[in-house]
């Protein structure tokens, strides 16, 4: 755990001393019909046992699939009001993804996860609670902590992966082994005072980076990064690397020349 300045705003008993909070799932999708069933299903598992304790809703963001994952997402949870499917009319990249989850999410705990479920949607209860008893403000998942694992994942994902959060690691002087992760817990007070401008799939490291340097406190929560198990990533390794180069650039220049502002980084263009 690293510690700041900044105290996480506190998270109230309820009556029967249970934690009166409630939390907001964020999932974007990008065309994922061939694995809304199984994500569905594993949602409404996950969702079940963590309402045994809070209130929670589910925001998935359509980014302009071009298949139909809205359609199909919206049948799958038609009789369910506490989940959204809010869509984007064109491809706008994960980064605007996440900013349209980020303003539809109404809870205290905002949670962004992968739709593929890379990252088991059964072990959110724990990084939740990591947040909750830790009383940080941030909890990365993080498969490259040495108590993490990767399993499956294509050795060139891999090593460009976990390369950027080591030189990440060097760049921010903080001691996090993963920085490039979407699954996070925020508390809500961060995701509404820091901004990112990527529209890509550097914005989950952007705003992480940010983070830090205002001055929030992060944990780790060791997990396993699995290879997804249905359709395809959109992920474009060389515009990514692109992405991910301009915004170290940018950093190493405000370290170098101690400024704490990083300027806006523009997407590199594309599918994202």
């Not at 996440?98 to 209860?125: E, L």
């Amino acid at each position: 755990m690293l510690d700041t300045k900044n105290k996480p705003t506190p998270i109230t008993l309820d009556e029967e001393g249970e934690f009166a909070v409630k939390v907001s799932l964020v999932i974007p999708a990008y065309n994922e019909a061939e694995g809304v069933m199984q994500t569905a299903d594993a949602v409404r598992s996950v969702v079940a046992y963590l309402r045994k304790k809070y209130d929670v809703e589910v925001v998935f963001v359509n980014d302009g699939s071009k298949d139909n994952t809205a359609e199909l997402l919206q049948a799958e949870f038609a009789d369910d009001p506490t989940v959204r499917v809010v869509s984007h009319e064109r491809n706008r990249g994960l980064g605007a993804a996440i900013r349209t989850g980020f303003q539809h999410a109404t809870g205290d705990v905002i949670i962004t996860t992968d739709f593929d479920g890379t990252y088991p949607f059964s072990t959110i209860p724990q990084l939740l609670s990591k947040l909750i008893v830790e009383r940080v403000d941030i909890v990365t998942a993080s498969p490259y902590h040495p108590q993490g694992h990767v399993e499956g994942v294509p050795r060139y994902r891999l090593l460009f992966s976990f390369g950027a959060s080591l030189l990440y690691r060097i760049l921010v002087s903080w001691r996090l082994h993963t920085w490039t992760a979407l699954y996070r817990a925020y508390r809500r007070h961060v995701v509404e005072s820091v901004s990112f401008e990527s529209d890509d799939f550097l914005a989950g490291t952007e705003l992480l980076v940010k983070a830090c340097r205002a001055g929030y406190t992060v944990s780790e929560f060791p997990t396993t990064l699995h290879v997804r198990t249905f359709g395809q990533s959109s992920i474009r390794i060389a515009r990514v690397t692109m992405s991910h180069l301009k915004f170290q650039t940018r950093l190493l220049k405000s370290t170098l020349f101690g400024s704490r502002k990083l300027e806006s980084v523009p997407a590199v263009k594309g599918n994202s």
